[in-house]
């Protein structure tokens, strides 16, 4: 077999998934973090797809619903060997936060509630609070725009505060909101 | 039958949770009003362990909510059942992916979700703000507002939000940061 036929040659599902194993134990903190990491691996190493295609997928993946880095896996996955490969590369990503979080769940459980761990997770919560406030300056900046979005912003947020209206309720109300808005009202402007 | 009810509302969450690991958390609190599997403090321990170890935010939060309510069985299945939708959806997405980023129908969708996610998760945020800064069930009991405020949490809190911002730092080593001042001050 000549190295050009061996670079033509599909790659194992098991290699993919081995791909996007290391992939999701290597990113931290998921998004773009996990970037830096499948260019890598799957551009530099494998030749398997190119930076500009990967960046293309990350940008779809973000409009698209669930975890980024499973929606970017996948579309690599697609890519390089179909249906099958993406299947391969999601479970691949998915396995090492399975392990991880089920030994860290197990081990963590016998000292949940010794004194000096509940003072420990006093503090981490409030770490986590004003993380999601720096999570939602980004947001804010990339989201509300115009006097619209800032109506859409106010009206979901009382929504979501004040009733018991579900959150995939809310959600299919702002994407209908979305397109009457955009489409029709503004003429696509 | 715990298992089912897993995969169905993880399913649910793997469809809707657009934007990214953060937008699964008000998810997350409703999981815990509807079916008590956890409590809403839990969610936010959850997220601390889930930001500071190796993974998607994402799937670590389905793999700990699924631990939490039905062990090593449950965090498999809610994690599958997260990933399932996605798997279907880019399947069909990358096949019309040229087609799809540019679809007015796309971006409009977007000029509304954007906002709601946002909205969504300032909520979420207020919901871990009370089990933080707030000693909000203790209040809700004894309406005593002074109280109402954690002032050792609000300061530490103040702090590490100023530095949150000035130093765009990985959220581990505020996470790492705040254990230990949450074992000297409390």
């Given at each position: ?121 006093m503090g981490?919560?409030v770490a986590?609070a004003a ?59 | ?131 933080s800064v ?16 954690n002032y050792k949490a609000a300061i530490l809190f103040a702090l590490v939000l ?15 940061g705040c254990?230990?001042a949450g074992?000297?001050l409390f």
């Amino acid at each position: 077999m000549t190295a050009l036929e061996q670079s033509k040659k599909q790659p194992s599902l098991w290699e993919i998934f081995a791909v996007f194993a290391k992939v999701g134990a290597l990113t931290f903190g998921g998004g773009y973090s996990m970037l830096p990491i499948i260019n890598k691996e799957a551009v530099e190493r494998k030749g398997w797809v190119t930076q500009e295609e990967v960046m293309d997928y990350y940008a779809v993946g973000q409009c698209l619903p669930g975890i980024i880095a499973i929606n970017t896996g996948v579309f690599v996955g697609c890519k390089v060997r179909g249906k099958s490969g993406g299947i391969a590369a999601a479970l691949g990503i998915a396995f090492p936060s399975l392990v991880i979080i089920m030994l860290i769940a197990a081990l963590l459980a016998p000292y949940m509630n010794l004194p000096i761990v509940q003072k420990a997770f006093m503090g981490i919560r409030v770490a986590v609070a004003a993380l999601i406030i720096q999570a939602i300056a980004t947001m804010w900046k990339k989201g509300i725009k115009d006097i619209f979005t800032a109506i859409i912003f106010a009206a979901a947020f009382s929504l979501a505060a004040l009733t018991n209206i579900s959150t995939v309720l809310i959600i299919i109300c702002s994407v209908v909101l979305g397109i009457v808005i955009k489409v029709f009202a503004m003429k696509g402007k | 039958m715990i298992y089912v009810l897993l995969f169905y509302e993880f399913f649910k969450i793997g469809l809707f949770a657009v934007g990214g690991g953060l937008a699964t958390i008000p998810f997350l609190y409703d999981l815990a009003v509807k079916h008590n599997w956890y409590t809403n403090q839990d969610v936010v321990d959850m997220i601390a362990i889930s930001e500071s170890t190796p993974g998607a935010i994402g799937l670590n939060m389905s793999t700990y909510v699924g631990y939490t309510t039905a062990g090593v069985l449950g965090s498999i299945i809610s994690t599958i059942a997260i990933i399932i939708p996605e798997i279907i959806i880019v399947i069909i997405v990358s096949k019309v992916l040229n087609q799809f980023s540019s679809s007015k129908y796309v971006v409009s969708a977007f000029y509304g979700i954007r906002p709601t996610v946002t909205a969504l998760i300032c909520v979420a945020c207020l919901e871990v703000l009370k089990v933080s800064v707030f000693n909000w069930g203790e209040f809700l009991q004894s309406y005593n507002w002074a109280a109402l405020v954690n002032y050792k949490a609000a300061i530490l809190f103040a702090l590490v939000l100023f530095l949150v911002f000035k130093f765009k730092k990985h959220p581990v080593y505020y996470i790492a940061g705040c254990a230990l001042a949450g074992m000297l001050l409390f």
